[in-house]
């Protein structure tokens, strides 16, 4: 409240300031213009005219004051000024002109013709001085008021926003961005001055200029640019060790007026994925969500809590967070809470490996779409754990599909993985399966099951770009698996967009599959993001390989050869069509692999390789498991775990405990 009195009581100080001013010079320019008519001798000037000046002098002060407040001229931002605001000046000073040819008229006031036009210039030039000032100021001593820490700035496009920052970063309060050169691929521009500064080449011409200028901080101010060129252009940019690289906002916020300096952000690390963000219609969406219960499994991961905050922005009946980790879960609660307080929501803690929990929610809450984000996946991890991704990933999504059918869901829909696409690990083995349980439920109930499946989401927990940048914080090494080692990247608000649209357009059984462009080398991101960090790759910051680690593929991809592919509304959208299998051996195997999952037996890992034939076991692991399951079996030699023989209709066993 403070610093708002004193913003409004320095407004109030600035125009009394201009209205002084404004008085001083009308009388000014009326005495100014009998002066110099009189050959700039005071005793020259005749009595009669100094008479009449000084007759009219009140009521012509009063009157211009409000003309020129009706011009706007107390109002306007003036360190702001441009052609409108001195056209606003050449107007109140016309109208000036005007009345006081009238007044002068009509009181038969004693005055030469010339009078009129040079106090009306004299006018016109002193109040273009008390508004333009500032900018002159700035002007003629731009190269010597910048701070301490001076910012060597070289624009990137020669266009409309270039303008618009040029502007800015002389009249920003920060006086440290000294605007150096400007760089644009049009050769006509190439050559011509902005606000005096050159324009010195195209893209080609980047790196010879920022060594010529010794150029600290590159903008890009090319909003229309589409991901490819913008991706380009910051490629070259990162080669300039030493250069921080800024990028202006989407040409919309141009056309409305909102680029300042402000809005300029530094690149990220998505602007180097060379992809335009995934079309979304969100009227779609928000009609398929409203006035509905949804439940969300996993609510406080990385896209469960996405999912969850674009959900509760469309006017969902009811919000139900399920999360096993009640820290995430607290999170996303306070969050919501504070961002819609209106919002009927709901925060369960429980896993969805338990049973009995996930039906006693469904019997009291009744969602209608459901969205299963929970699950176990980090490649390592699982494959040190088997066991665990198993009965969390399948036999979770399996008792929640259950629950989904048994009462009465509308929809339920997989978040999904590529990795589930010939997987050579657990953690893919284990979504693939997941993928088999809703396509099972799919084909014998009315509620509608589908899957979504995208690449690797950048950000999220545990992901890659989070690692590398805790390893350069640390002063590195950067470590990277294999130098050729690939991903399909996406946002997370993207993945989260998908997964809305799928539950939107699904009709049962489909796998939503992401045209996410081509995938991207892990060693390139994590060169991008070192020089991005300001550190020169190999001298400040070294990247170390370190050898593919248990069940991790070169590669991976988003469709086995047997799917083929269906276009949908969106085109970066695609349906991959279902394999069929045999449903009754699957579940027969189902049933074995959840009796040995909880006996921790290696005979798992067999039955996983037998539904889904990719993955496969390696010979270490059978040997080191064997010899575990000999030592445990030796201490608990009667310890199994029975399934009903009715294995869909009845559901796996409610609890999680080894009986």
């Known amino acids: 409240m403070k610093s708002l009195a004193k913003k409004v009581d320095l407004s109030i100080v600035y125009k009394i300031i201009l209205l002084l001013l404004d008085i001083v010079f009308i009388n000014a320019s009326s005495f100014l213009a009998l002066w110099i008519r009189f050959n700039m001798e005071a005793e020259e000037i005749p009595i009669e005219y100094l008479t009449s000046v000084k007759d009219v002098a009140l009521i ?35 109208a000036s002109l005007v009345f006081s040819a009238l007044l002068y008229f009509v009181t038969y006031k004693t005055i030469y013709r010339s009078y009129f036009m040079i ?56 006086l440290d961005a000294k605007i150096c050169c400007i760089i644009d691929d049009n050769p006509r521009k190439q050559g011509t001055f902005i606000h005096g500064v050159k324009v010195v080449g195209g893209r080609d011409t980047i790196l010879a200029n920022v060594k010529k200028y010794g150029i600290t901080e590159i903008i ?81 991961g990385s896209i469960g809590s996405e999912l969850c905050r674009q959900i509760a922005a469309n006017g969902v009946r009811k919000l139900i967070i399920f999360d096993i980790y009640e820290n995430n879960a607290y999170d996303i609660q306070q969050e919501l809470k504070r961002k819609y307080p209106y919002l009927d929501l709901v925060v369960l803690i429980g896993s969805v490996r338990n049973g009995r929990k996930v039906n006693s929610v469904f019997a009291k809450y009744r969602p209608d779409i459901v969205y299963h984000a929970a699950a176990h996946k980090h490649v390592p991890l699982m494959e040190d754990s088997p066991n665990e991704a198993i009965k969390n990933n399948v036999f979770g999504t ?33 979504k693939r399966m997941c993928e088999m349980v809703i396509q099972t ?34 002063g590195g090494p950067v470590t990277v698996t294999h130098p050729d080692i690939i991903r399909y990247f996406m946002t997370i608000p993207e993945a989260v967009s998908l997964v809305l649209q799928a539950g939107a357009s699904a009709k049962g059984g489909e796998i939503f599959i992401l045209d996410m462009g081509q995938p991207v080398k892990i060693v390139d991101l994590a060169k991008n993001l070192i020089r991005l960090s300001r550190y020169a ?10 050898g593919l680690r248990p069940g991790e ?33 699957f579940l027969a195997d189902l049933s074995k692999l959840y009796q040995e999952a909880y006996a921790e037996t290696d005979e798992m890992k067999k039955i996983v390789h037998k539904i889904v034939p990719t993955y496969h076991l390696r010979e270490e692991d059978v040997l080191r498991d064997k010899k575990l399951q000999e030592e445990w079996q030796d201490e608990f030699p009667d310890v199994r775990s029975e399934l009903p023989a009715d294995f869909l209709k009845q559901g796996i066993a409610d609890n999680d405990d080894i009986k």
């Open 60 to 94: 012509n002060t009063v009157i211009t004051v409000l003309i020129f407040a009706f011009f706007r001229l107390y109002t306007s931002l003036w360190r702001f000024a441009s052609i409108q605001e001195l056209l606003y000046v050449i107007e109140a000073c016309a």
């Open 119 to 174: 106090y009306i210039t004299s006018l016109f030039l002193l109040t273009c001085v008390s508004r333009f000032s500032y900018r002159l100021v700035r002007l003629l001593y731009r190269g010597n008021i910048h701070g301490k820490h001076v910012r060597y700035t070289m624009i990137i496009g020669a266009g409309e926003a270039c303008n618009v920052v040029m502007k800015e970063l002389e009249l920003s309060a920060e």
């Open 220 to 300: 890009i101010a090319i909003p229309s640019a589409n991901k490819r060129e913008i991706q380009t252009i910051i490629q070259i940019c990162q080669q300039a060790d030493g250069c921080e690289l800024k990028i202006l906002p989407g040409v919309y916020q141009l056309v409305n007026g909102e680029v300042s300096v402000s809005k300029l952000r530094n690149v990220e690390i998505e602007d180097l994925l060379g992809r335009d963000p995934i079309p979304i219609t969100l009227e779609k969406i928000g009609r398929y969500v409203s006035d509905k219960v949804v439940l969300v499994t996993g609510g406080g």
């Open 398 to 430: 399996y008792k929640v599909s259950l629950a989904a059918d048994r009462y009465g869901a509308e929809k339920f829909v997989l978040i999904s993985t590529d990795k589930a696409v010939n997987p050579t690990n657990i953690m893919g083995a284990s």
């Open 441 to 474: 439920f799919s084909n014998h109930s009315k509620t509608e099951y589908v899957a979504v499946r995208f690449g690797n989401v950048l950000g999220s927990n545990g992901s890659v770009i989070p690692l590398f940048k805790k390893q350069i914080e640390a």
């Open 537 to 546: 790759l190999g001298t400040d910051i070294e990247i170390k390989y370190t």
């Open 553 to 585: 593929k070169l590669y991976e991809e988003l469709l086995m050869s047997e799917e083929g592919l269906q276009n949908t509304d969106n085109e970066l959208i695609h349906i991959g069509k279902p394999i069929e299998f045999d449903e009754k051996e």
